[in-house]
């Protein structure tokens, strides 16, 4: 049964100053939830309406659709939710290529970058401080379970910059990202949606790459960042199984 | 002043069924309305609580921000919302290549969709009759004005394959899209969110491509369909210039 604690637990862990000081957050939805059952996330809660959970014991929560309604993010929600440990970050491989997103604020932009990660065998993430949490409910919902594939920490950027000598910025008036050599490591820093990346950073990378438009009338401004980092990380992959 | 009948309109063509009926569509916000004012699109009426639309006359309707508030569907209200007609779709061009969406679903990817067609000088989409329609407000504000350069025309999808030589579908358990041959021109078809191309569809195809994943464990399903169509017009576009 659901207890107000329950509840008052999982209201607050829609605020990110909740989910950074209990270290927890909120998954929902079988696919997902699913997800991180089978990775090494710790399991605290699972309230479902479903008896596929009843093995987890005391971890279990049976609860009624209503109650499932008052307790989901989601618009209709999808027979459970689980509150999972946020795990520490693990080292950053810096030998390998890196994705970087400097002051992204949409979270459904973060889910869809983190899935292309997994994807693409991306596997450290890098968000400067200022960027949308990656635990926030809407970016665990989109990116659909691959946190628990793609190592995710929140750093000073200029400082991640100066470990690496690849310093690679997608902006949008740099080289042709067809035309140009491309490290297979490095940094590869994507900016905001409306600015871009920002001043401080931009200053310190060596490589501006862009996707060139090739509609006649040029007047569409740019793509979706989850976008372009989907072309970028198809363009530096396929080179490097065709290196 | 916003009036009631201002006010019933903007509501109905909320609806699919009143946007068809009366061929009229909402745009709002400072920039997408630019955009449709600078194309052909023929304005009905706009509302907006700025003066800098003041010289459209009988069609400029002056509103409080508490009226723009009301009327707007976004999260937060960006000084102007307008009503446009829906035009005539044009004749579609064969001999190029054309993308099309079967049993397409969410408004935010149709837009994301629309954009990148505009990106990568893709003239024609083609939408099936089961997709989610272009002039929904949400396909809208996410496309961000590019409607006006894609012509999109919702059609029976298996009649228009009969037109085409190469029918090409994005699958996930088809041919490398990197290690393939990709033709100039056909019809590259993507379908539903989660159940891919329609069975229908799928078997009048010639050639099935697949963006292979890179991860070490490949425990992510697909790719956001939006990013698909990223990457897939990528390496299409790509290939037409190294040619």
Redesign the interface.
């Given at each position: 049964m659901l207890t107000k604690n329950h509840y008052r637990l999982i209201q607050s862990l829609n605020q990110k100053k909740y989910r950074q000081n209990q270290k927890l957050f909120i998954a929902e939805g079988v696919k997902v939830v699913q997800?991180f059952l089978?990775s090494k996330y710790e399991l605290v809660y699972i309230f479902s309406i479903s008896d596929n959970y009843v093995n987890f014991d005391h971890k279990f929560v049976r609860v009624s659709n209503n109650e499932l309604k008052k307790i989901s993010l989601m618009i209709s929600a999808n027979e459970v939710l689980a509150i999972f440990k946020i795990p520490e970050p693990k080292k950053i491989d810096y030998s390998e290529l890196i994705l970087a997103v400097d002051s992204l604020n949409n979270p459904?932009n973060l889910g869809?970058i983190i899935?292309?990660c997994?994807?693409?065998?991306v596997k450290d993430l890098i968000c400067s401080k200022s960027s949308v949490d990656c635990y926030n409910p809407k970016v665990i919902q989109s990116a659909?379970?691959?946190h628990?594939?793609v190592n995710i920490n929140y750093l000073n950027l200029e400082s991640c910059l100066k470990l690496v000598n690849n310093k690679i910025g997608a902006t949008l008036d740099g080289n042709s990202i067809?035309g140009s050599d491309l490290p297979s490591k490095g940094i590869l820093i994507f900016g905001n949606e409306s600015n871009g990346i920002t001043t401080q950073v931009l200053e310190k990378i060596n490589l501006r790459l862009t996707?060139p438009?090739?509609?006649?009338?040029k007047?569409?401004e740019s793509?979706?960042v989850?976008?372009?980092v989907?072309?970028m990380l198809?363009?530096f992959?396929?080179r490097s199984?065709?290196k």
């Amino acid at each position: 049964m659901l207890t107000k604690n329950h509840y008052r637990l999982i209201q607050s862990l829609n605020q990110k100053k909740y989910r950074q000081n209990q270290k927890l957050f909120i998954a929902e939805g079988v696919k997902v939830v699913q997800e991180f059952l089978n990775s090494k996330y710790e399991l605290v809660y699972i309230f479902s309406i479903s008896d596929n959970y009843v093995n987890f014991d005391h971890k279990f929560v049976r609860v009624s659709n209503n109650e499932l309604k008052k307790i989901s993010l989601m618009i209709s929600a999808n027979e459970v939710l689980a509150i999972f440990k946020i795990p520490e970050p693990k080292k950053i491989d810096y030998s390998e290529l890196i994705l970087a997103v400097d002051s992204l604020n949409n979270p459904g932009n973060l889910g869809t970058i983190i899935r292309l990660c997994d994807w693409y065998g991306v596997k450290d993430l890098i968000c400067s401080k200022s960027s949308v949490d990656c635990y926030n409910p809407k970016v665990i919902q989109s990116a659909m379970g691959s946190h628990a594939r793609v190592n995710i920490n929140y750093l000073n950027l200029e400082s991640c910059l100066k470990l690496v000598n690849n310093k690679i910025g997608a902006t949008l008036d740099g080289n042709s990202i067809y035309g140009s050599d491309l490290p297979s490591k490095g940094i590869l820093i994507f900016g905001n949606e409306s600015n871009g990346i920002t001043t401080q950073v931009l200053e310190k990378i060596n490589l501006r790459l862009t996707i060139p438009r090739f509609g006649e009338i040029k007047q569409i401004e740019s793509l979706n960042v989850a976008n372009a980092v989907a072309v970028m990380l198809s363009e530096f992959k396929r080179r490097s199984i065709e290196k």
